[in-house]
């Protein structure tokens, strides 16, 4: 398949759904070969063979990424099959409880949640930078969110994990860009995905009040944060590292 990415090799983790599902559809559709990632086999094999079916190449991989060995069994997998890895997009994360007061979300959801959306991509890190710095180039994005951004109430342990991974992302950024490798981070705004509905429970005041958030005036959707993923990754990005780029319809510069 011809593209901007012909003959090069992407990981996506979070696969199965929302926008890394639609960063993987896009990595493929511009000529990447795929390793779709995530910890639900049934989603994870769904996207694969929609990639498959548009003329893509793919392949499936289960991983939790709070898992270090899981993790070095994925990147291990993509050079095996692929020979080298030029993109990666960290994606996988989880949002935890929501609403409550501060004092009451516990320690075991804390741990979870910055286990996974954080620990998760400080692994993923930790083994896909030794192959492209061997390699003398790659480009990674790293999923944080508005709430890495400015305070979100009820959420501690998301806060806190997608404040900390754009405080890795540039510390890695700063310490590697020299090396030929990029890595930068998106945050999405409120984005039409099985996450907002788990919080909003689909309920169209709960959504109608998540959408006014936005000046835009409408929630996003995973197309368009993967559409800004493909960019950050690609070579029309070649002056980009260590940025945070909000996709939020404006809710951060409010």
Not at 15 to 20: C, L, N, Q
Not at 39 to 54: C, D, H
Not at 124 to 152: D, R
Request: hydrophobic share 45%.
């Amino acid at each position: 398949m011809a593209g901007m990415f012909a003959g090069k090799v992407a990981v996506v983790t979070g696969a199965g759904s929302g926008i890394g599902r639609q960063a993987a559809l896009k990595f493929a559709s511009n000529g990447a070969k795929v390793l779709a990632a995530d910890i639900v086999e049934e989603t994870g094999k769904e996207t694969v063979e929609m990639i498959k079916q548009a003329g893509g190449e793919g392949v499936f991989f289960k991983v939790d990424v709070s898992k270090s060995a899981e993790v070095q069994a994925m990147i291990n997998k993509a050079v095996e099959l692929y020979g080298h890895l030029d993109i990666a997009f960290n994606n996988a994360g989880i949002e935890g409880p929501s609403g409550g007061n501060f004092y009451d979300y516990t320690e075991e959801a804390f741990d979870r949640v910055t286990g996974i959306n954080l620990k998760g991509v400080f692994l993923c890190l930790k083994y896909e930078l030794p192959v492209m710095i061997k390699q003398g180039k790659g480009a990674i994005v790293n999923t944080s969110s508005i709430a890495g951004l400015v305070g979100f109430p009820g959420m501690p342990g998301y806060s806190a994990s997608k404040f900390g991974v754009i405080g890795m992302t540039k510390s890695a950024a700063m310490q590697h860009s020299k090396q030929g490798v990029r890595i930068n981070a998106v945050c999405p705004g409120v984005i039409r995905t099985p996450m907002v509905d788990r919080l909003t429970g689909r309920d169209p005041a709960a959504e109608a009040a998540y959408a006014a958030g936005h000046p835009i005036g409408r929630m996003g959707e995973p197309e368009e944060i993967a559409d800004a993923v493909v960019y950050l990754c690609s070579d029309a990005a070649s002056f980009i590292t260590g940025a945070a780029l909000p996709v939020d319809g404006g809710w951060t510069a409010q």
